[in-house]
Protein backbone atom coordinates (compact mmCIF):
# COMPACT_ATOMS: atom_id res chain seq x y z
CA UNK A 1 0.00 0.00 0.00
CA UNK A 2 1.58 3.33 -1.39
CA UNK A 3 0.87 5.24 2.18
CA UNK A 4 3.23 2.62 3.89
CA UNK A 5 5.92 2.86 1.51
CA UNK A 6 8.00 4.94 4.00
CA UNK A 7 8.36 1.83 6.43
CA UNK A 8 9.51 -0.45 3.51
CA UNK A 9 12.81 -1.08 5.38
CA UNK A 10 11.87 -1.08 8.81
CA UNK A 11 9.39 -3.66 7.66
CA UNK A 12 11.97 -5.91 5.50
CA UNK A 13 14.33 -5.69 8.69
CA UNK A 14 10.93 -6.85 11.08
CA UNK A 15 10.31 -9.68 8.23
CA UNK A 16 13.93 -11.03 8.15
CA UNK A 17 14.27 -11.35 12.23
CA UNK A 18 10.75 -13.06 12.12
CA UNK A 19 12.09 -15.32 9.67
CA UNK A 20 14.70 -16.61 12.14
CA UNK A 21 12.27 -17.89 13.89
CA UNK A 22 12.71 -15.95 17.17
CA UNK A 23 11.96 -12.65 17.02
CA UNK A 24 12.84 -10.33 20.10
CA UNK A 25 10.31 -7.43 18.69
CA UNK A 26 7.40 -10.50 18.68
CA UNK A 27 7.80 -12.33 21.74
CA UNK A 28 5.35 -14.19 22.76
CA UNK A 29 4.15 -15.48 26.62
CA UNK A 30 2.49 -18.26 25.89
CA UNK A 31 1.73 -19.23 29.98
CA UNK A 32 2.66 -16.61 32.78
CA UNK A 33 3.33 -18.47 35.73
CA UNK A 34 4.17 -16.05 38.17
CA UNK A 35 6.29 -11.89 38.29
CA UNK A 36 9.46 -13.92 37.72
CA UNK A 37 8.49 -16.90 35.54
CA UNK A 38 7.00 -17.91 31.82
CA UNK A 39 6.61 -20.22 29.06
CA UNK A 40 8.14 -19.16 25.83
CA UNK A 41 8.79 -21.40 23.17
CA UNK A 42 7.63 -23.82 25.17
CA UNK A 43 10.55 -23.92 27.83
CA UNK A 44 10.27 -22.32 31.36
CA UNK A 45 12.03 -18.66 31.30
CA UNK A 46 13.35 -16.27 33.84
CA UNK A 47 11.51 -13.12 33.09
CA UNK A 48 14.47 -10.29 33.29
CA UNK A 49 12.57 -7.91 31.14
CA UNK A 50 9.60 -6.70 32.50
CA UNK A 51 8.59 -3.10 34.40
CA UNK A 52 7.43 -5.59 36.98
CA UNK A 53 9.28 -4.02 39.64
CA UNK A 54 7.67 -4.87 43.05
CA UNK A 55 6.50 -7.85 41.94
CA UNK A 56 2.36 -6.78 42.16
CA UNK A 57 0.69 -8.36 39.41
CA UNK A 58 0.55 -11.71 41.16
CA UNK A 59 0.00 -10.17 44.50
CA UNK A 60 -2.69 -11.56 46.42
CA UNK A 61 -4.51 -8.49 47.79
CA UNK A 62 -4.32 -7.05 44.17
CA UNK A 63 -6.15 -9.90 42.75
CA UNK A 64 -8.82 -10.16 45.19
CA UNK A 65 -9.29 -6.51 45.31
CA UNK A 66 -9.49 -6.42 41.18
CA UNK A 67 -12.05 -9.45 41.36
CA UNK A 68 -14.32 -8.31 43.56
CA UNK A 69 -14.90 -5.20 41.83
CA UNK A 70 -14.74 -6.67 38.51
CA UNK A 71 -18.25 -8.68 39.73
CA UNK A 72 -18.88 -6.09 41.64
CA UNK A 73 -19.15 -2.92 38.97
CA UNK A 74 -18.38 -5.01 35.73
CA UNK A 75 -16.10 -5.30 33.16
CA UNK A 76 -15.39 -1.63 31.90
CA UNK A 77 -17.10 1.66 32.23
CA UNK A 78 -17.64 2.00 28.69
CA UNK A 79 -16.72 5.41 27.93
CA UNK A 80 -14.48 8.84 28.57
CA UNK A 81 -15.23 10.19 32.55
CA UNK A 82 -16.50 13.90 31.18
CA UNK A 83 -19.01 11.69 28.96
CA UNK A 84 -20.00 8.61 30.85
CA UNK A 85 -19.38 9.82 34.42
CA UNK A 86 -16.81 9.51 37.24
CA UNK A 87 -16.86 6.18 39.47
CA UNK A 88 -16.57 6.77 43.11
CA UNK A 89 -13.69 4.61 42.81
CA UNK A 90 -11.67 6.48 40.71
CA UNK A 91 -12.38 9.92 42.63
CA UNK A 92 -10.82 8.09 45.84
CA UNK A 93 -7.64 6.70 43.74
CA UNK A 94 -7.17 10.39 43.15
CA UNK A 95 -7.74 11.23 46.99
CA UNK A 96 -5.36 8.05 47.37
CA UNK A 97 -2.95 9.48 44.74
CA UNK A 98 -3.34 13.40 46.35
CA UNK A 99 -2.42 12.12 50.05
CA UNK A 100 0.18 9.96 48.66
CA UNK A 101 2.22 12.61 47.01
CA UNK A 102 1.12 15.02 49.67
CA UNK A 103 -0.65 17.16 46.95
CA UNK A 104 -3.76 19.08 46.59
CA UNK A 105 -4.44 17.13 43.24
CA UNK A 106 -4.59 14.14 41.88
CA UNK A 107 -5.63 13.21 37.92
CA UNK A 108 -6.02 9.85 36.60
CA UNK A 109 -5.65 9.13 33.27
CA UNK A 110 -6.01 5.41 31.07
CA UNK A 111 -2.28 5.04 30.56
CA UNK A 112 0.60 6.40 31.73
CA UNK A 113 1.13 7.85 28.07
CA UNK A 114 -1.55 9.34 28.11
CA UNK A 115 -0.72 10.71 31.04
CA UNK A 116 2.23 12.49 29.80
CA UNK A 117 0.15 13.62 26.39
CA UNK A 118 -3.34 14.54 29.01
CA UNK A 119 -0.69 16.84 31.16
CA UNK A 120 2.16 18.34 29.12
CA UNK A 121 0.00 18.95 26.02
CA UNK A 122 -2.79 21.22 27.85
CA UNK A 123 0.20 23.03 30.32
CA UNK A 124 1.73 24.54 26.79
CA UNK A 125 0.00 25.80 23.72
CA UNK A 126 1.12 27.57 20.82
CA UNK A 127 3.08 30.33 21.95
CA UNK A 128 4.68 28.19 24.82
CA UNK A 129 7.90 26.36 25.18
CA UNK A 130 8.90 23.06 26.24
CA UNK A 131 12.28 22.26 27.03
CA UNK A 132 12.73 18.53 27.53
CA UNK A 133 15.81 16.34 28.07
CA UNK A 134 16.96 14.66 24.71
CA UNK A 135 16.70 11.01 25.99
CA UNK A 136 13.04 11.68 27.08
CA UNK A 137 10.59 8.56 26.55
CA UNK A 138 8.37 8.94 23.17
CA UNK A 139 4.72 9.70 25.01
CA UNK A 140 7.29 13.21 25.88
CA UNK A 141 7.79 13.45 22.47
CA UNK A 142 4.60 12.82 21.03
CA UNK A 143 2.98 14.82 23.57
CA UNK A 144 4.54 17.76 22.77
CA UNK A 145 3.44 17.32 19.37
CA UNK A 146 0.03 17.54 20.24
CA UNK A 147 0.39 20.53 22.36
CA UNK A 148 1.53 22.92 19.00
CA UNK A 149 4.32 24.67 21.39
CA UNK A 150 8.06 24.94 20.29
CA UNK A 151 10.08 21.95 21.72
CA UNK A 152 13.59 23.10 22.62
CA UNK A 153 15.50 19.81 23.66
CA UNK A 154 18.69 19.98 25.88
CA UNK A 155 21.30 17.65 26.69
CA UNK A 156 20.86 14.62 28.59
CA UNK A 157 21.02 14.81 31.77
CA UNK A 158 22.88 18.61 31.63
CA UNK A 159 21.84 20.99 33.90
CA UNK A 160 24.45 23.85 31.96
CA UNK A 161 22.82 22.93 28.72
CA UNK A 162 19.05 23.67 30.18
CA UNK A 163 20.45 26.79 31.50
CA UNK A 164 21.70 27.80 27.87
CA UNK A 165 18.89 27.06 26.34
CA UNK A 166 16.71 29.36 28.70
CA UNK A 167 19.25 31.66 28.59
CA UNK A 168 18.16 31.54 24.45
CA UNK A 169 14.75 31.64 25.38
CA UNK A 170 14.81 34.34 28.08
CA UNK A 171 13.52 37.45 26.21
CA UNK A 172 10.64 35.31 24.24
CA UNK A 173 7.42 35.45 25.19
CA UNK A 174 5.30 32.53 26.59
CA UNK A 175 5.68 29.85 29.20
CA UNK A 176 8.42 27.83 29.70
CA UNK A 177 7.45 23.99 30.52
CA UNK A 178 10.42 21.80 31.37
CA UNK A 179 10.15 18.08 31.09
CA UNK A 180 12.72 15.57 32.61
CA UNK A 181 12.05 11.56 33.63
CA UNK A 182 12.78 10.42 37.11
CA UNK A 183 14.89 7.33 35.93
CA UNK A 184 15.46 6.78 32.00
CA UNK A 185 13.47 4.09 30.86
CA UNK A 186 16.33 2.70 28.55
CA UNK A 187 19.34 3.33 29.95
CA UNK A 188 18.47 3.32 34.02
CA UNK A 189 20.22 6.21 34.83
CA UNK A 190 18.62 8.90 37.33
CA UNK A 191 18.15 12.69 36.37
CA UNK A 192 20.47 15.38 38.03
CA UNK A 193 17.16 16.74 39.39
CA UNK A 194 18.60 19.73 41.77
CA UNK A 195 20.71 21.18 39.30
CA UNK A 196 17.71 21.10 37.20
CA UNK A 197 15.47 22.26 39.07
CA UNK A 198 17.46 24.98 40.24
CA UNK A 199 18.29 26.14 36.83
CA UNK A 200 14.46 26.05 35.77
CA UNK A 201 13.53 27.57 39.09
CA UNK A 202 15.93 30.68 38.21
CA UNK A 203 14.02 31.24 34.88
CA UNK A 204 10.49 30.80 36.48
CA UNK A 205 10.17 27.98 34.21
CA UNK A 206 7.37 25.00 35.40
CA UNK A 207 8.90 21.58 35.75
CA UNK A 208 7.01 18.27 35.31
CA UNK A 209 8.71 15.02 35.87
CA UNK A 210 7.86 11.58 34.78
CA UNK A 211 8.78 9.14 37.23
CA UNK A 212 7.29 6.50 35.22
CA UNK A 213 9.95 4.17 36.58
CA UNK A 214 11.08 5.66 39.86
CA UNK A 215 7.62 5.81 41.39
CA UNK A 216 7.28 2.84 44.14
CA UNK A 217 11.18 2.67 43.56
CA UNK A 218 12.69 5.08 44.87
CA UNK A 219 12.23 7.44 47.88
CA UNK A 220 11.53 6.13 51.15
CA UNK A 221 7.71 6.00 50.87
CA UNK A 222 8.19 5.59 47.36
CA UNK A 223 7.29 8.92 45.73
CA UNK A 224 10.33 8.61 43.58
CA UNK A 225 13.01 10.54 42.70
CA UNK A 226 11.86 13.59 43.94
CA UNK A 227 11.15 12.34 47.29
CA UNK A 228 14.56 10.60 47.14
CA UNK A 229 16.32 13.48 46.09
CA UNK A 230 14.80 15.78 48.40
CA UNK A 231 13.17 18.30 45.59
CA UNK A 232 9.51 17.75 46.14
CA UNK A 233 8.78 21.24 47.20
CA UNK A 234 10.17 22.66 43.48
CA UNK A 235 8.79 20.26 41.04
CA UNK A 236 5.33 21.65 39.64
CA UNK A 237 3.85 18.38 38.15
CA UNK A 238 4.98 14.76 38.65
CA UNK A 239 3.30 12.04 36.30
CA UNK A 240 3.24 8.68 36.65
CA UNK A 241 1.72 5.18 35.68
CA UNK A 242 0.59 2.03 37.13
CA UNK A 243 1.89 -0.24 34.74
CA UNK A 244 5.29 -0.77 36.26
CA UNK A 245 5.78 -0.89 39.75
CA UNK A 246 2.39 -1.23 40.58
CA UNK A 247 1.98 -4.47 38.60
CA UNK A 248 -1.33 -2.88 36.43
CA UNK A 249 -2.23 -0.38 33.94
CA UNK A 250 -3.31 3.43 34.23
CA UNK A 251 -1.24 6.75 34.87
CA UNK A 252 -1.73 9.54 36.80
CA UNK A 253 -0.44 13.05 37.40
CA UNK A 254 -0.36 15.12 40.81
CA UNK A 255 0.00 18.80 41.12
CA UNK A 256 -0.30 21.88 43.86
CA UNK A 257 -1.52 24.08 41.01
CA UNK A 258 -4.24 26.07 41.59
CA UNK A 259 -6.03 25.87 38.02
CA UNK A 260 -5.78 21.78 38.39
CA UNK A 261 -9.14 21.25 37.55
CA UNK A 262 -8.71 22.58 33.73
CA UNK A 263 -7.01 19.32 32.86
CA UNK A 264 -10.56 17.86 33.23
CA UNK A 265 -12.16 20.10 30.88
CA UNK A 266 -9.02 20.99 28.29
CA UNK A 267 -7.14 17.92 28.42
CA UNK A 268 -7.95 15.63 25.08
CA UNK A 269 -6.34 12.60 26.30
CA UNK A 270 -8.59 12.70 29.60
CA UNK A 271 -11.45 13.72 27.71
CA UNK A 272 -11.44 11.33 24.43
CA UNK A 273 -10.87 8.18 26.04
CA UNK A 274 -12.42 5.76 28.02
CA UNK A 275 -11.81 5.49 32.01
CA UNK A 276 -10.24 3.14 33.77
CA UNK A 277 -12.28 0.21 33.91
CA UNK A 278 -13.33 -0.58 37.44
CA UNK A 279 -11.06 -3.68 38.50
CA UNK A 280 -7.82 -2.13 37.02
CA UNK A 281 -8.65 1.35 39.96
CA UNK A 282 -9.11 -1.20 42.72
CA UNK A 283 -5.61 -3.36 41.34
CA UNK A 284 -3.88 0.10 41.60
CA UNK A 285 -5.52 1.30 44.89
CA UNK A 286 -4.48 -1.73 46.60
CA UNK A 287 -1.22 -1.96 44.78
CA UNK A 288 -0.57 2.25 46.42
CA UNK A 289 -1.49 0.24 49.72
CA UNK A 290 1.44 -1.98 49.63
CA UNK A 291 4.29 0.88 48.37
CA UNK A 292 3.28 2.35 51.31
CA UNK A 293 2.64 -0.27 53.60
CA UNK A 294 5.53 -2.75 52.46
CA UNK A 295 8.72 -0.84 52.34
CA UNK A 296 10.95 -3.98 52.35
CA UNK A 297 9.76 -4.60 48.98
CA UNK A 298 11.68 -1.58 47.85
CA UNK A 299 14.91 -2.64 49.96
CA UNK A 300 14.94 -6.24 48.36
CA UNK A 301 14.62 -4.68 44.98
CA UNK A 302 17.86 -2.32 45.97
CA UNK A 303 19.82 -5.32 47.03
CA UNK A 304 18.55 -7.31 44.02
CA UNK A 305 19.84 -4.37 41.88
CA UNK A 306 23.04 -3.83 44.05
CA UNK A 307 24.00 -7.93 43.10
CA UNK A 308 23.33 -7.77 39.61
CA UNK A 309 24.62 -4.67 38.78
CA UNK A 310 28.07 -5.33 40.41
CA UNK A 311 28.40 -8.50 39.40
CA UNK A 312 27.63 -8.19 35.25
CA UNK A 313 30.41 -4.92 35.63
CA UNK A 314 32.83 -7.10 37.48
CA UNK A 315 32.27 -9.71 34.86
CA UNK A 316 33.48 -7.14 32.41
CA UNK A 317 30.49 -5.96 30.67
CA UNK A 318 29.66 -2.25 29.67
CA UNK A 319 26.32 -1.08 31.80
CA UNK A 320 24.53 2.33 31.78
CA UNK A 321 25.73 4.53 34.62
CA UNK A 322 23.61 3.91 37.77
CA UNK A 323 22.53 0.83 39.20
CA UNK A 324 18.55 0.94 39.17
CA UNK A 325 15.85 -1.56 38.24
CA UNK A 326 16.71 -0.90 34.42
CA UNK A 327 20.54 -2.45 34.04
CA UNK A 328 21.48 -1.90 30.23
CA UNK A 329 23.97 -3.94 29.08
CA UNK A 330 25.80 -2.32 25.71
CA UNK A 331 26.30 -4.67 22.96
CA UNK A 332 28.56 -3.75 19.83
CA UNK A 333 26.26 -3.39 17.06
CA UNK A 334 22.59 -4.64 16.34
CA UNK A 335 23.63 -7.78 15.00
CA UNK A 336 25.22 -8.70 18.00
CA UNK A 337 22.50 -7.17 20.09
CA UNK A 338 20.27 -9.90 18.32
CA UNK A 339 22.36 -12.80 18.50
CA UNK A 340 23.16 -12.41 22.28
CA UNK A 341 19.92 -11.80 22.92
CA UNK A 342 18.79 -15.31 21.28
CA UNK A 343 21.37 -16.76 23.07
CA UNK A 344 20.22 -15.65 27.07
CA UNK A 345 16.59 -16.79 25.62
CA UNK A 346 17.49 -20.22 24.80
CA UNK A 347 18.87 -20.29 28.11
CA UNK A 348 15.79 -19.36 29.67
CA UNK A 349 16.18 -15.96 29.81
CA UNK A 350 14.45 -13.14 28.59
CA UNK A 351 15.72 -9.83 28.47
CA UNK A 352 14.37 -6.81 26.39
CA UNK A 353 16.24 -5.92 22.93
CA UNK A 354 16.43 -2.00 22.54
CA UNK A 355 17.46 -0.81 19.17
CA UNK A 356 18.01 2.59 17.62
CA UNK A 357 15.85 5.30 17.23
CA UNK A 358 14.87 4.05 20.89
CA UNK A 359 18.07 4.57 22.31
CA UNK A 360 20.73 6.78 23.03
CA UNK A 361 23.11 7.58 20.32
CA UNK A 362 22.49 4.73 18.27
CA UNK A 363 23.45 2.14 20.74
CA UNK A 364 22.10 -1.35 21.11
CA UNK A 365 21.41 -2.49 24.36
CA UNK A 366 20.24 -5.74 26.44
CA UNK A 367 17.92 -4.36 29.04
CA UNK A 368 17.59 -6.65 32.10
CA UNK A 369 14.75 -5.41 34.50
CA UNK A 370 15.18 -6.59 38.26
CA UNK A 371 12.73 -6.80 40.45
CA UNK A 372 12.33 -7.38 44.28
CA UNK A 373 10.67 -10.91 44.02
CA UNK A 374 13.69 -12.07 41.87
CA UNK A 375 15.18 -14.92 43.88
CA UNK A 376 19.04 -15.23 44.12
CA UNK A 377 19.03 -18.34 42.27
CA UNK A 378 17.15 -16.46 39.38
CA UNK A 379 19.53 -13.56 39.77
CA UNK A 380 22.17 -16.04 39.83
CA UNK A 381 20.80 -17.92 36.71
CA UNK A 382 20.31 -14.37 35.00
CA UNK A 383 23.97 -13.72 35.63
CA UNK A 384 25.11 -17.34 34.10
CA UNK A 385 23.52 -16.94 30.84
CA UNK A 386 25.55 -13.50 29.93
CA UNK A 387 28.57 -14.96 30.89
CA UNK A 388 27.72 -17.96 28.87
CA UNK A 389 25.88 -16.23 26.18
CA UNK A 390 29.15 -14.34 25.69
CA UNK A 391 31.96 -17.38 25.96
CA UNK A 392 29.79 -18.55 22.89
CA UNK A 393 30.49 -15.37 21.52
CA UNK A 394 34.22 -15.43 21.94
CA UNK A 395 34.25 -18.66 20.58
CA UNK A 396 32.41 -18.09 17.82
CA UNK A 397 34.34 -14.90 17.09
CA UNK A 398 37.62 -15.47 17.93
CA UNK A 399 39.11 -13.64 21.29
CA UNK A 400 39.74 -10.77 19.13
CA UNK A 401 36.27 -9.99 17.86
CA UNK A 402 34.06 -7.39 18.68
CA UNK A 403 32.07 -9.81 21.21
CA UNK A 404 30.30 -7.91 24.47
C1 LIG B 1 9.27 7.25 31.03
C2 LIG B 1 7.97 6.67 30.61
N1 LIG B 1 6.88 7.45 30.63
C3 LIG B 1 5.68 6.96 30.26
C4 LIG B 1 5.52 5.67 29.83
C5 LIG B 1 4.18 5.18 29.40
O1 LIG B 1 3.60 4.40 30.38
P1 LIG B 1 2.45 3.35 30.05
O2 LIG B 1 3.11 2.14 29.50
O3 LIG B 1 1.82 3.13 31.38
O4 LIG B 1 1.52 3.96 29.07
C6 LIG B 1 6.62 4.83 29.79
C7 LIG B 1 6.47 3.43 29.36
O5 LIG B 1 7.35 2.68 29.19
C8 LIG B 1 7.88 5.34 30.18
O6 LIG B 1 8.98 4.56 30.14
Redesign the pocket.
Known amino acids: MDLMNRFQSWLELYRANQATGSDPLGVMLEKTISPTEAIINGRATILAGT?NYLGLTFDPDCIEAAIEALRLEGTGTTGSRIANGTYARHRALEQELAAFFGRAHALVFS??????LGTISTLAGHHDFILIDRD?????YDACRLSLATTVRFTHNDPDSLRRRLEALKDRRGGKLVVV?GI??ILGDRAPLAGLVSVARSYGAAILV?E??SFGVLGRNGRGLCEEVGVEDEVDFI?G????SAGT???FCVSNVESFDTFKITSRPFMFSASLPPSVVAAASAALKIIVGRPELRARLRANVEFLYNELRAAGFILGPDPSPIIAVSMPDLASGVAFWRALLDQGVYVNLAVPPATPHGRTLLRCSVLAVHSSEQLRAILDAFRRAREQFQNHNGRNGTDP
Do not use: L, P
Open positions: NTGYQANCHASIEYSDAHVTFSKIGG
